[in-house]
């Protein structure tokens, strides 16, 4: 085997063992968190897909390191679920609300989503920066509860909103607050220094996967009968047009950060790039 391909075989094995070792730190994560991650919901290919995703776009950085991340994906999905899926009522929605958003301010939480989120808050306190970066990371994490809030009295009203609206509502997807939560807590210096420059550049790859994720799961959400953009009247096509143009924008905007950052810009250039390929979307 020539020198480069084994190389390659290398670097892909090592990423696959560090996602086997975060695929059993979420599962015995999700364990501490009683109903929040039914096994309907919740099964073996997801916390795979959860950890293959977590490795393969941040392969330099251990498994402790990538924690804080790959916890704050499975708990950004379970909220979703909550949201999606149990709750019927905006009184229940706008509870919820209040209460992630009075845990990430230190209070004592009531229910295991928001236990969940107060050991995330609780993990990003040992970085010493926090203190510094916590209104930054609440300021995501009340972006992310509002959009999800929006995007549920869009679907229990039945109010399409145009794709450029959906689109500016991509916050309830949650991945800029996996990104800044990743940063605050394993991100090189001149990351967490530049959190404010790196979230629009955050933002506009999460847009990307916004319409990705609609894509892969749009007879899943038929069914259970959740908002998919494919159901706002605009076709694949458009679609797919849309997420050209965000990739080329979003390479645009992350090309500047390579010299100041190689590894957050290899990162988020790797999200649109996993998440595509994960999902059998060419480029």
Request: aromatic share 10%; charged share 30%.
């Amino acid at each position: 085997m020539p020198d480069d391909e084994l190389d390659v075989a290398f670097e892909l094995g090592r990423t696959c063992a560090l996602a086997a070792e975060c695929g059993r730190d979420l599962r015995r994560c999700a364990q501490m968190y009683t109903g929040l991650f039914p096994a309907a919901a919740f099964d073996t290919d997801f916390y795979t897909g959860m950890s293959l995703a977590g490795a393969f776009t941040s392969p330099w950085t251990s498994a402790e390191g990538l924690k804080v991340a790959n916890r704050a994906a499975i708990w950004v999905l379970a909220v979703d679920r909550l949201i999606d899926h149990t709750f019927t009522r905006r009184g229940e929605v706008n509870a919820l609300v209040r209460e992630c958003l009075a845990v990430a301010d230190g209070a004592v939480p009531r229910a295991a989503v928001t236990r969940f989120l107060a050991d995330l808050r609780d993990e990003l306190d040992r970085v010493k920066e926090f203190e510094d970066l916590k209104e930054l990371w609440r300021d995501q994490l009340d972006a992310m509860l509002s959009a999800m809030t929006r995007a549920w009295v869009w679907r229990d009203t039945r109010r399409a909103p145009s794709l450029e609206g959906y689109l500016d509502n991509a916050d309830s997807r949650g991945s800029c607050f996996v990104d800044l939560s990743h940063w605050i807590y394993a991100g090189d210096d001149w990351a967490r220094r530049h959190l404010t420059e790196l979230r629009p550049v955050s933002a506009h790859v999460q847009r990307y996967l916004h319409l990705l994720g609609d894509l892969a799961s749009y007879r899943r959400d038929v069914s259970w009968g959740d908002l998919n953009v494919l159901m706002l009247g605009v076709d694949r096509a458009e679609v797919t047009d849309a997420m050209a143009r965000l990739e080329r924008e979003s390479a645009e905007l992350i090309g500047p950060l390579r010299e100041r950052s190689p590894r957050a810009a290899a990162y988020l250039r790797r999200q649109i790039g996993f998440h595509a390929g994960y999902n059998g979307v060419s480029g």
